[in-house]
T-cell receptor, first 116, second 111 residues
Framework: GAGVSQSPSNKVTEKGKDVELRCDPI?????LYWYRQSLGQGLEFLIY????????KSGLPSDRFSAERTGGSVSTLTIQRTQQEDSAVYLC??????????????FGPGTRLLVL | ELKVEQNPLFLSMQEGKNYTIYCNYS?????LYWYRQDPGKSLESLFV?????AVKQEGRLMASLDTKARLSTLHITAAVHDLSATYFC???????????FGGGTRVLVKP
């Protein structure tokens, strides 16, 4: 079946502009996660959504970052007033359900963001 | 705060030989994952280890978990070129929770 999809695959923007990154999780997956991968910081958790529960935003690096998940499916990560240090690959992942025994997070291809 | 450390960071392998990647984590966790990442690609799930003493094998890769030592190993048997990639271990504190990743081990298998 279809995996996690993300768009755009690449985004180049100018410092100070806002960007939106989109994630379509695997159908039926109730949990959705955003991570960031950069050379200096490795793979970092940003935010996760589980069903209708309040999202865990503990990994968001600043208030310029926000995310929403509409209808329990598609998610959008928004970065306002982008800075050069925001340049990274943004990865989305989804998993079936928080309580399931053999839970695995399946990752999308990522969005490579470059802030000039 | 949960910390995950991998070593080595880089591993140059000769085809046909055996190697091990180590993953240490700092606090009790429910499960440990191994992922593979090819250059420019996303993360591919390899193994999920759920309990002390768990061992899983797929082809030339075998992963094990010692929760008392807070250590997982990824063993590569008779390395081949197509195993060249970066390998990450990751831990979550509870089922379905956020993952904390190790720094990755870049593996290069030379003929």
């Amino acid at each position: 079946g279809a995996g996690v999809s993300q768009s755009p695959s690449n985004k180049v923007t100018e410092k100070g502009k806002d960007v939106e990154l989109r994630c379509d999780p695997i159908s039926g997956h109730t949990a959705l996660y955003w991570y960031r991968q950069s050379l200096g910081q490795g793979l970092e958790f940003l935010i996760y959504f589980q069903g209708n529960s309040a999202p865990d935003k503990s990994g968001l690096p600043s208030d310029r970052f926000s995310a929403e998940r509409t209808g329990g499916s598609v998610s959008t990560l928004t970065i306002q007033r982008t800075q050069q240090e925001d340049s990274a690959v943004y990865l989305c992942a989804s998993s079936l359900d928080r309580g399931r025994y053999q839970e695995t997070q399946y990752f999308g291809p990522g969005t490579r963001l470059l802030v000039l | 705060e949960l910390k995950v450390e991998q070593n080595p960071l880089f591993l140059s392998m000769q085809e046909g030989k055996n190697y091990t990647i180590y993953c240490n984590y700092s606090t009790t966790s429910d499960r440990l994952y191994w992922y593979r990442q090819d250059p420019g690609k996303s993360l591919e799930s390899l193994f999920v280890l759920l309990s002390n003493g768990a061992v899983k094998q797929e082809g030339r890769l075998m992963a094990s978990l010692d929760t008392k030592a807070r250590l997982s190993t990824l063993h590569i048997t008779a390395a081949v070129h197509d195993l060249s990639a970066t390998y990450f271990c990751a831990v979550d504190k509870a089922a379905g929770n956020k993952l904390t990743f190790g720094g990755g081990t870049r593996v290069l298998v030379k003929p």
